[in-house]
């Protein structure tokens, strides 16, 4: 039997707050983290809103020594890996370092610091440069940082791969510790706005607000017009099952299944998008081994792109045929909007904490039923419902589709 995996450390940071409590007390009660951007002068462009994180004191779970030459994305990750490392009361001394490993995903990482690095060579003479600036700009040195501070020296990995990351990264660990090669991973993902990140995605014309109209986060509704950029860090710690058994420790859920598409290109029908994301949903399922009627909750991508949501729509309602309509479905993005690479870890802790409180919460800013997506929405207020099996789904506009299959935790198969 191959090993089983299992969710026992949850860590947030997040545009809602810092910290599991703050941010699933948050969504419960239908608050956003979506307001006027303060770090980015964006007073020539349309697009004003964006999920920031505020108020995050990194000291508190790094110290103080050398956070000044740390970006504001490793600050996040260090400090949800702390959280969750806490939360899973797990050691922090170099007793586990050899079993510990980290895998974490970024679509682009410490992009800006990346930029404006090679803007000063550019500009300046290399042999006047600090050597501290180059210490941060790698797409790895933020999960470099964590794996260093924390004493781990298994396996450390950095996965890119768009909007996907963190799934991605989740995925990938559950299977190194089925392969034995860890017994504990901190899993997850970290992005920050920058405005690099923004002008990528207003140029693209993917941002709310850009045609003129409401610029808000609003999946699955009629009125939606594209997606509010975000960032945060979410982090998993993913253990090896009678690893967690054996020091008592507190479980969350287990992962169980995972499948991956990709579309091969941007000039796909939506039929062809549709069957890819479908596909994806179904090799989740069976690699877990639950089946389709057994899924009590949908976690869905929906960002409120205009194609993106209607695909992924489709899709449900394809797989799950005339369930489809019964499913309970949410989307956090209307809470915290779309933070990318790491949307996958922040909708797993959400399932993981729908699991673990029987509650769902409901999507925000929802008015204006689109019927081309008869779908179960959960719109008015959360959902009280035991999950025994939730879906999560994570997709991109450039053709990738990765999906999880989350259960509670039941000592028998």
């Known amino acids: 039997m191959k090993k089983r995996v299992v969710v026992t450390g949850l860590g947030v940071v997040s545009?809602?707050?810092?910290g599991k409590e703050a941010f699933w007390n948050n969504l419960i009660a239908g608050?956003?983290?979506?307001?006027?951007?303060?770090?980015?002068?964006?007073?020539?462009?349309?697009?004003?809103l964006g999920g920031e994180v505020r108020d995050l004191k990194p000291e508190i779970y790094l110290g103080s020594k050398g956070l000044k030459y740390l970006n504001k994305g490793t600050r996040f990750l260090g400090s949800a890996a702390k959280m969750a490392l806490d939360d899973a009361k797990l050691p922090q001394d170099g007793s586990l370092a050899d079993q510990m490993g980290i895998v974490i995903g970024s679509s682009l990482g410490n992009f800006s610091e990346t930029t404006d690095y090679f803007y000063e060579i550019i500009r300046n003479n290399p042999s006047e440069l600090s050597p501290m600036l180059s210490y941060d700009v790698a797409l790895n040195s933020s999960i470099n940082y964590v794996s260093v501070i924390f004493k781990m020296k298994g396996l450390a990995r950095t996965i890119s791969a768009g909007f996907t990351s963190s799934t991605?990264?989740?995925?990938?660990?559950?299977?190194?510790?089925?392969?034995?090669?860890?017994?504990?991973?901190?899993?997850?993902?970290?992005?920050?706005?920058?405005?690099?990140?923004?002008?990528?995605?207003?140029?693209?014309?993917?941002?709310?607000?850009?045609?003129?109209?409401?610029?808000?986060?609003?999946?699955?509704?009629?009125?939606?017009n594209g997606f509010v950029m975000s960032e945060g860090s979410y982090v998993v710690i993913l253990e090896e099952l009678q690893?967690?058994?054996?020091?008592?420790?507190?479980?969350?859920?287990?992962?169980?299944?995972?499948?991956?598409?990709?579309?091969?290109?941007?000039?796909?029908?939506?039929?062809?998008r549709v069957r890819r994301a479908e596909r994806a949903m179904h090799d989740a399922l069976e690699e877990s081994g639950v089946k389709r009627e057994d899924i009590d909750f949908i976690s869905a991508n929906?960002?409120?792109?205009?194609?993106?949501?209607?695909?992924?729509?489709?899709?449900?309602?394809?797989?799950?045929?005339?369930?489809?309509?019964?499913?309970?479905?949410?989307?956090?993005?209307?809470?915290?909007?779309?933070?990318?690479?790491?949307?996958?870890?922040a909708q797993l802790i959400s399932s993981t904490m729908s699991i673990n409180?029987?509650?769902?919460?409901?999507?925000?800013?929802?008015?204006?039923?689109?019927?081309?997506?008869?779908?179960?929405?959960?719109?008015?207020?959360p959902l009280k419902k035991e999950i025994q099996n939730a879906l999560i789904n994570t997709m991109d506009y450039d053709g990738n589709n990765s999906c999880l299959v989350v259960s509670k935790f039941s000592k028998s198969q």
């Open 168 to 224: 991605d990264a989740i995925a990938d660990a559950s299977k190194m510790i089925q392969r034995d090669m860890a017994k504990v991973i901190v899993a997850g993902g970290v992005e920050q706005i920058s405005i690099d990140l923004y002008l990528i995605y207003y140029l693209r014309g993917l941002l709310s607000g850009i045609d003129g109209t409401r610029e808000a986060s609003l999946p699955f509704d009629k009125a939606r």
């Open 357 to 381: 409180t029987a509650q769902i919460p409901h999507i925000i800013n929802h008015s204006n039923k689109d019927q081309e997506m008869n779908l179960n929405l959960i719109i008015e207020k």
């Open 15 to 18: 545009p809602l707050g810092g």
């Open 31 to 48: 608050r956003s983290g979506i307001a006027p951007m303060s770090s980015l002068d964006l007073s020539p462009y349309k697009c004003k």
């Open 243 to 272: 690893h967690a058994l054996d020091r008592g420790a507190y479980i969350y859920a287990e992962v169980k299944g995972f499948g991956n598409t990709f579309v091969g290109g941007k000039n796909h029908s939506a039929e062809i």
């Open 302 to 345: 929906a960002s409120g792109c205009k194609m993106q949501d209607v695909v992924e729509a489709k899709a449900i309602q394809s797989l799950f045929d005339v369930n489809s309509n019964q499913i309970p479905i949410s989307a956090i993005k209307s809470n915290i909007g779309e933070s990318y690479g790491t949307a996958g870890a």
